[in-house]
């Protein structure tokens, strides 16, 4: 079946620009995840969903970013006024929280975000 | 407060053993992960324990104890492909969050 999805895969913008990043979760996923990535680093968690709404929001970095959810499916994260510092690897992953067994989370690419 | 805490390099032989240690600190913690991340690729599942004891999987095995906040990554027989970052990650109880550690970077040499 079709896994999580992101786009676009490579997004290169000069900063002060605003970009938008998708995430397709896996169907019937009601919770959906972002983390940034930079080079060579963990996984720095953003945002999570459950369902349409954000229980977390600690993440964020700045009030620059925004994420938002609708119909328990399609994600996008939102980078306002791009900075050099915000270049990175975003990825998204969905997990099924009906699972029984556990709540493994399915990562999609990424989208490698980089600010000139 | 929550923390996760593993090496940040290690570096095997092929053929060895090689053991990744995690510690963390969370509140209401229920359960923990393990993924496998090559270079510019996504994370992907290797494990999870949730329950005190070790859980086997081929070459890969996951330990856990819950009382000393502690748990382990095993990889036997160490192949070059083997060569990635492995991840460390608590999920939190009720809620649906993860933890993530920085990433243990295994190299496999020949």
């Known amino acids: 079946g079709a896994g999580v999805s992101q786009s676009p895969s490579n997004k290169v913008t000069e900063k002060g620009k605003d970009v938008e990043l998708r995430c397709d979760p896996i169907?019937?996923?009601?919770?959906l995840y972002w983390y940034r990535q930079r080079l060579g680093q963990g996984l720095e968690f953003l945002i999570y969903?459950?369902?349409?709404?954000?229980?977390?929001k600690s993440g964020l970095p700045s009030d620059r970013f925004s994420a938002e959810r609708t119909g328990e499916s399609v994600s996008t994260l939102t980078i306002q006024r791009t900075q050099q510092e915000d270049s990175a690897v975003y990825l998204c992953a969905s997990s099924s929280p009906l699972d029984t067994t556990y709540n493994e989370q399915f990562f999609g690419p990424g989208t490698r975000l980089t600010v000139l | 407060g929550q923390n996760i805490d593993q090496p940040t390099e290690m570096t095997a032989t092929e053929g060895a053993i090689v053991q990744i240690n995690c510690t963390y600190q969370t509140s209401g913690f229920n359960g923990l992960f393990w993924y496998q991340q090559h270079a510019g690729e996504a994370p992907t599942f290797l494990s999870y324990n949730v329950l005190d004891g070790l859980e086997e999987k081929g070459r890969f095995s996951s330990f856990l104890s819950r009382s000393k906040g502690y748990s382990y990554l095993l990889l036997k027989e160490l192949q070059m492909k083997d060569s990635a970052s492995y991840l460390c990650?608590?999920?939190?109880?009720?809620?649906?969050?993860?933890?993530f550690g920085t990433g243990t970077r295994l190299k496999v040499l020949a």
């Open positions: 990650a608590a999920l939190r109880r009720r809620t649906y969050k993860y933890i």
């Open positions: 969903f459950q369902g349409n709404s954000a229980p977390d």
């Open positions: 169907s019937g996923h009601t919770a």
